[in-house]
Protein backbone atom coordinates (compact mmCIF):
# COMPACT_ATOMS: atom_id res chain seq x y z
CA UNK A 1 0.00 0.00 0.00
CA UNK A 2 0.84 3.75 -0.07
CA UNK A 3 3.16 5.36 -2.20
CA UNK A 4 5.56 2.95 -4.44
CA UNK A 5 8.37 5.42 -4.68
CA UNK A 6 8.59 6.28 -0.97
CA UNK A 7 11.29 4.61 1.02
CA UNK A 8 10.09 1.80 3.10
CA UNK A 9 11.34 0.31 6.44
CA UNK A 10 9.71 -2.34 9.02
CA UNK A 11 11.20 -4.12 11.69
CA UNK A 12 10.87 -7.82 12.07
CA UNK A 13 12.92 -8.10 15.89
CA UNK A 14 14.89 -5.99 17.46
CA UNK A 15 15.89 -6.55 21.02
CA UNK A 16 19.11 -8.71 22.80
CA UNK A 17 17.61 -11.95 21.52
CA UNK A 18 17.87 -11.42 17.83
CA UNK A 19 17.86 -8.29 15.25
CA UNK A 20 16.47 -8.06 11.46
CA UNK A 21 15.10 -4.84 8.97
CA UNK A 22 13.77 -4.67 5.68
CA UNK A 23 13.90 -1.35 3.83
CA UNK A 24 12.68 -0.98 0.09
CA UNK A 25 12.34 1.32 -2.32
CA UNK A 26 9.99 0.32 -5.44
CA UNK A 27 10.74 -3.37 -6.43
CA UNK A 28 14.15 -3.07 -4.42
CA UNK A 29 14.36 -4.90 -0.79
CA UNK A 30 17.52 -5.03 0.95
CA UNK A 31 17.99 -6.25 4.89
CA UNK A 32 19.96 -5.81 7.62
CA UNK A 33 21.20 -7.94 10.33
CA UNK A 34 19.65 -11.50 10.71
CA UNK A 35 19.86 -12.45 13.90
CA UNK A 36 16.25 -13.97 13.94
CA UNK A 37 15.48 -17.72 12.77
CA UNK A 38 15.51 -17.96 8.92
CA UNK A 39 12.02 -18.99 9.34
CA UNK A 40 11.06 -15.65 10.84
CA UNK A 41 13.21 -13.36 8.62
CA UNK A 42 10.98 -15.34 5.70
CA UNK A 43 7.95 -14.58 7.16
CA UNK A 44 8.58 -10.95 7.39
CA UNK A 45 9.78 -10.39 3.79
CA UNK A 46 6.21 -12.08 2.79
CA UNK A 47 4.13 -9.85 5.51
CA UNK A 48 5.50 -6.76 3.71
CA UNK A 49 4.77 -7.98 0.49
CA UNK A 50 7.91 -8.50 -0.82
CA UNK A 51 9.10 -11.67 -3.23
CA UNK A 52 12.17 -13.36 -2.28
CA UNK A 53 13.64 -12.27 -5.98
CA UNK A 54 13.19 -8.46 -4.66
CA UNK A 55 16.14 -9.17 -1.79
CA UNK A 56 18.87 -7.95 -3.72
CA UNK A 57 21.56 -7.75 0.08
CA UNK A 58 21.87 -8.51 3.44
CA UNK A 59 23.58 -5.89 5.68
CA UNK A 60 25.90 -6.72 9.01
CA UNK A 61 26.28 -4.23 11.76
CA UNK A 62 28.39 -6.83 13.64
CA UNK A 63 29.23 -10.49 14.12
CA UNK A 64 27.47 -10.92 17.52
CA UNK A 65 24.89 -13.80 17.18
CA UNK A 66 22.11 -11.33 17.72
CA UNK A 67 22.73 -9.99 14.54
CA UNK A 68 24.22 -12.67 12.06
CA UNK A 69 22.22 -16.47 13.04
CA UNK A 70 20.74 -16.94 9.82
CA UNK A 71 23.16 -15.73 7.67
CA UNK A 72 23.86 -19.21 5.77
CA UNK A 73 20.22 -20.02 6.03
CA UNK A 74 19.38 -17.01 4.32
CA UNK A 75 21.89 -17.95 1.70
CA UNK A 76 20.47 -20.87 0.34
CA UNK A 77 16.80 -19.45 0.64
CA UNK A 78 17.62 -16.23 -1.28
CA UNK A 79 20.24 -17.81 -3.80
CA UNK A 80 20.90 -13.89 -5.39
CA UNK A 81 21.49 -11.97 -2.18
CA UNK A 82 25.28 -10.50 -1.59
CA UNK A 83 26.43 -9.95 1.94
CA UNK A 84 27.95 -6.74 2.86
CA UNK A 85 30.42 -6.68 6.11
CA UNK A 86 33.33 -4.88 7.02
CA UNK A 87 36.75 -7.12 6.91
CA UNK A 88 36.71 -7.06 10.85
CA UNK A 89 33.14 -8.17 10.54
CA UNK A 90 34.10 -10.90 8.37
CA UNK A 91 37.10 -11.94 10.28
CA UNK A 92 34.53 -12.52 13.10
CA UNK A 93 31.60 -14.11 11.28
CA UNK A 94 34.07 -16.93 10.23
CA UNK A 95 35.55 -17.84 13.42
CA UNK A 96 31.93 -18.95 14.01
CA UNK A 97 32.49 -21.13 11.37
CA UNK A 98 28.92 -22.38 10.35
CA UNK A 99 27.94 -19.13 8.77
CA UNK A 100 30.59 -19.47 5.70
CA UNK A 101 29.00 -18.14 2.49
CA UNK A 102 30.66 -18.81 -1.50
CA UNK A 103 32.80 -16.33 -1.68
CA UNK A 104 31.29 -14.59 -4.93
CA UNK A 105 28.20 -13.37 -2.70
CA UNK A 106 30.59 -11.66 0.21
CA UNK A 107 30.77 -7.92 -0.29
CA UNK A 108 33.39 -6.17 1.78
CA UNK A 109 33.00 -2.33 2.54
CA UNK A 110 35.27 0.20 4.01
CA UNK A 111 33.43 1.90 7.47
CA UNK A 112 32.78 5.90 6.54
CA UNK A 113 32.80 5.61 2.95
CA UNK A 114 29.46 5.68 1.20
CA UNK A 115 28.63 3.49 -1.92
CA UNK A 116 25.46 2.23 -4.24
CA UNK A 117 23.60 -0.64 -3.73
CA UNK A 118 20.27 -0.76 -5.79
CA UNK A 119 20.14 3.32 -6.61
CA UNK A 120 20.05 3.77 -2.54
CA UNK A 121 23.09 5.65 -1.18
CA UNK A 122 24.91 3.23 1.80
CA UNK A 123 26.79 4.50 4.47
CA UNK A 124 28.37 2.58 7.00
CA UNK A 125 29.54 4.03 10.35
CA UNK A 126 31.26 3.91 13.31
CA UNK A 127 29.73 3.27 16.78
CA UNK A 128 31.38 2.38 20.06
CA UNK A 129 31.06 -1.32 20.77
CA UNK A 130 32.70 -4.30 22.18
CA UNK A 131 33.22 -6.00 18.46
CA UNK A 132 35.88 -6.21 16.02
CA UNK A 133 34.24 -3.30 13.89
CA UNK A 134 30.88 -2.36 14.43
CA UNK A 135 29.02 -0.04 12.45
CA UNK A 136 25.59 1.16 11.92
CA UNK A 137 24.26 2.58 8.30
CA UNK A 138 22.42 5.26 6.80
CA UNK A 139 20.19 4.38 3.32
CA UNK A 140 19.16 7.05 1.22
CA UNK A 141 17.46 7.66 -2.01
CA UNK A 142 18.53 11.20 -2.58
CA UNK A 143 15.19 12.60 -0.89
CA UNK A 144 15.05 10.63 2.29
CA UNK A 145 17.31 9.28 4.65
CA UNK A 146 17.44 6.14 7.16
CA UNK A 147 19.35 6.05 9.76
CA UNK A 148 20.31 2.90 11.83
CA UNK A 149 21.98 3.15 15.37
CA UNK A 150 21.94 0.18 17.75
CA UNK A 151 24.98 -1.64 19.67
CA UNK A 152 27.11 1.66 20.92
CA UNK A 153 27.60 2.91 24.58
CA UNK A 154 27.73 6.23 23.42
CA UNK A 155 26.51 8.81 20.88
CA UNK A 156 30.28 10.54 19.63
CA UNK A 157 30.03 13.26 17.91
CA UNK A 158 30.75 11.75 14.51
CA UNK A 159 27.57 9.28 15.33
CA UNK A 160 25.48 12.27 15.82
CA UNK A 161 26.36 14.50 12.74
CA UNK A 162 25.58 11.29 10.75
CA UNK A 163 21.97 10.67 11.84
CA UNK A 164 21.17 14.32 12.88
CA UNK A 165 19.53 14.81 9.11
CA UNK A 166 17.65 11.47 9.38
CA UNK A 167 13.92 11.07 8.35
CA UNK A 168 13.58 7.88 10.70
CA UNK A 169 15.81 6.92 12.53
CA UNK A 170 16.19 3.54 14.56
CA UNK A 171 18.08 4.42 17.82
CA UNK A 172 19.01 2.26 20.74
CA UNK A 173 17.24 2.02 24.24
CA UNK A 174 18.44 -0.75 25.49
CA UNK A 175 18.09 -0.70 29.58
CA UNK A 176 16.94 1.03 32.68
CA UNK A 177 20.08 1.41 34.61
CA UNK A 178 17.82 1.10 38.23
CA UNK A 179 16.61 -2.03 36.83
CA UNK A 180 20.06 -3.53 35.16
CA UNK A 181 21.88 -2.38 38.61
CA UNK A 182 19.43 -5.45 40.49
CA UNK A 183 19.23 -7.71 37.82
CA UNK A 184 20.51 -11.25 37.89
CA UNK A 185 23.61 -10.76 35.32
CA UNK A 186 26.57 -10.84 36.64
CA UNK A 187 28.73 -8.02 37.58
CA UNK A 188 31.64 -8.44 34.47
CA UNK A 189 28.23 -8.31 32.20
CA UNK A 190 26.88 -5.07 33.58
CA UNK A 191 29.91 -3.15 33.56
CA UNK A 192 30.38 -3.98 30.22
CA UNK A 193 26.70 -3.21 29.33
CA UNK A 194 27.19 0.00 31.18
CA UNK A 195 30.42 0.86 29.43
CA UNK A 196 31.28 3.23 26.28
CA UNK A 197 31.29 0.48 24.42
CA UNK A 198 28.08 -1.18 25.49
CA UNK A 199 24.73 -0.38 25.25
CA UNK A 200 22.75 3.31 25.69
CA UNK A 201 20.18 3.36 28.15
CA UNK A 202 17.25 4.74 27.53
CA UNK A 203 18.43 7.75 29.41
CA UNK A 204 21.10 8.68 26.71
CA UNK A 205 18.76 7.74 24.13
CA UNK A 206 16.45 10.66 24.97
CA UNK A 207 19.28 12.88 25.56
CA UNK A 208 20.26 12.03 21.96
CA UNK A 209 16.81 12.71 20.97
CA UNK A 210 16.50 16.04 22.62
CA UNK A 211 20.01 17.26 21.20
CA UNK A 212 18.96 15.98 17.15
CA UNK A 213 15.85 18.20 17.65
CA UNK A 214 17.34 21.54 19.03
CA UNK A 215 20.21 21.27 16.29
CA UNK A 216 17.73 20.33 13.42
CA UNK A 217 13.99 20.88 14.42
CA UNK A 218 12.96 18.97 11.25
CA UNK A 219 10.08 16.22 11.14
CA UNK A 220 11.23 12.53 11.99
CA UNK A 221 10.08 9.35 13.07
CA UNK A 222 12.44 7.84 15.88
CA UNK A 223 12.06 4.07 16.65
CA UNK A 224 13.84 2.95 20.09
CA UNK A 225 15.00 -0.26 19.70
CA UNK A 226 17.26 -3.30 20.90
CA UNK A 227 15.48 -2.93 24.28
CA UNK A 228 16.53 -5.38 26.97
CA UNK A 229 14.28 -8.29 27.52
CA UNK A 230 15.31 -8.24 31.52
CA UNK A 231 16.40 -4.71 31.93
CA UNK A 232 13.95 -2.55 30.27
CA UNK A 233 10.31 -2.46 29.06
CA UNK A 234 8.16 -0.85 26.00
CA UNK A 235 6.21 1.49 27.82
CA UNK A 236 9.16 2.33 30.39
CA UNK A 237 11.49 3.09 27.21
CA UNK A 238 8.91 5.40 25.52
CA UNK A 239 7.93 7.13 28.84
CA UNK A 240 11.78 7.80 30.03
CA UNK A 241 12.21 9.17 26.70
CA UNK A 242 9.11 11.33 26.03
CA UNK A 243 10.08 12.69 29.95
CA UNK A 244 13.52 13.90 29.00
CA UNK A 245 12.11 15.58 25.54
CA UNK A 246 9.45 16.97 27.49
CA UNK A 247 11.76 18.86 30.15
CA UNK A 248 13.20 20.73 27.29
CA UNK A 249 9.44 21.65 25.63
CA UNK A 250 9.86 18.92 23.03
CA UNK A 251 6.20 17.42 22.52
CA UNK A 252 6.46 13.98 21.07
CA UNK A 253 3.83 13.84 18.05
CA UNK A 254 4.13 16.89 16.42
CA UNK A 255 7.72 17.13 14.23
CA UNK A 256 8.96 14.24 16.88
CA UNK A 257 6.93 10.90 16.06
CA UNK A 258 8.27 8.05 18.43
CA UNK A 259 7.58 4.60 18.62
CA UNK A 260 9.25 1.88 19.93
CA UNK A 261 10.11 -1.48 17.74
CA UNK A 262 10.13 -4.54 19.74
CA UNK A 263 12.03 -7.89 20.16
CA UNK A 264 9.19 -10.47 18.92
CA UNK A 265 6.63 -8.69 16.62
CA UNK A 266 7.35 -7.32 13.19
CA UNK A 267 6.74 -3.41 13.29
CA UNK A 268 4.36 -1.49 10.60
CA UNK A 269 6.02 -0.59 7.88
CA UNK A 270 6.63 3.19 7.44
CA UNK A 271 7.04 5.18 4.39
CA UNK A 272 9.53 8.02 4.97
Given at each position: ?8 F ?7 S ?14 I ?14 S ?29 K ?61 F ?8 IV ?18 LLV ?14 Y ?23 I ?9 R??I ?8 N ?12 I????D ?8 L ?5 N ?8
Amino acid sequence: GGNNLALKFCSFASGSSGNCYLIKKGKAALLIDAGISGKKILEGIESTGTSIEEVSSLFITHEHTDHIKSIRVLGKKIPDMAVYANKSTWFGIEEQTDHRLSDDRRRIFSTGREFEVDALSVKPFHLSHDAAEPVGFSFSDGESKISIVTDTGCITDDIFEEIVDADLLVLEANHEPRILEYCRYPYALKKRILSDRGHLSNECAGRCITRLVEENPKRRNILLGHLSHENNMPDLAQMTVENILYESDIHVGGDTRLDVILRNKISRIYEV
